[in-house]
């Protein structure tokens, strides 16, 4: 059954349409022994995948691909990994996507798939002066 | 141990940087660049 109705799809869709380079949403899943939340991750990563004709839910297996787990730092499942024109974008999507969140991924396709950073240049100037590595990590469905 | 305990999580959103900083809520874009870079440079949490 699809998460979204017809209207959202459509506003979705419009929404998304400025969108030039492929995106890659690697998820990582673990089917045996993971939990549920890893099946609706995928349901929501194929509902977004279905609004753009570049955007693309490509499968892992938390246990089985670990070259992969290891090149792109998962070491929890569900995981989404969001990459733009092949190029990993470091956005990480821990968990399923659902209720606000959904957005969020909304947002961070849009990001990979344009390269539009929609900030304001005294914050692109000041990130820029960033010499050291920083993790954000951002806390936002309570478990 | 579960992500929620190890920082504390009692309210969302909650920012976390660098295992060291905290910012509760949702701040508008200058003042959440300003909370991430200034304490990310060892402050103490909030």
């Not at chain 1, 089917?31 to 955007?55: F, M, R």
């Amino acid at each position: 059954m699809a998460l979204l109705s017809p209207q959202d799809r459509q506003t979705l869709t419009a929404h998304l349409a400025p969108i030039s380079r492929k995106v890659d949403l690697l998820l990582f899943t673990q089917t045996i022994g993971g939990s549920e939340s890893g099946l609706i991750a995928k349901q929501v990563a194929d509902e977004v995948a279905s609004l753009h004709e570049k955007i693309a839910v490509v499968e892992k297996n938390f246990v089985l691909d670990t070259d992969d787990r290891a090149k792109y730092g998962v070491d929890k499942a569900p995981a989404l990994v969001v990459l733009g024109d092949g190029a990993d974008t470091r956005i990480r999507f821990y968990g399923a996507n659902t209720g606000y969140e959904f957005v969020s991924l909304v947002e961070a396709v849009l990001l990979a798939g344009t390269g539009d950073l929609e900030l304001e240049p005294e914050t692109v100037a000041s990130l820029a002066a960033v010499d050291k590595p920083m993790h954000i990590q951002v806390f936002s469905t309570p478990t | 141990m579960d992500l929620s305990r190890r920082y504390r999580i009692t309210g969302v959103p909650k920012t976390i940087v660098n295992d060291t900083v905290e910012i509760l809520g949702g701040l508008p874009e200058s003042d959440f660049v300003d909370a991430v870079l200034q304490r990310a440079d060892g402050a103490s949490p909030s």
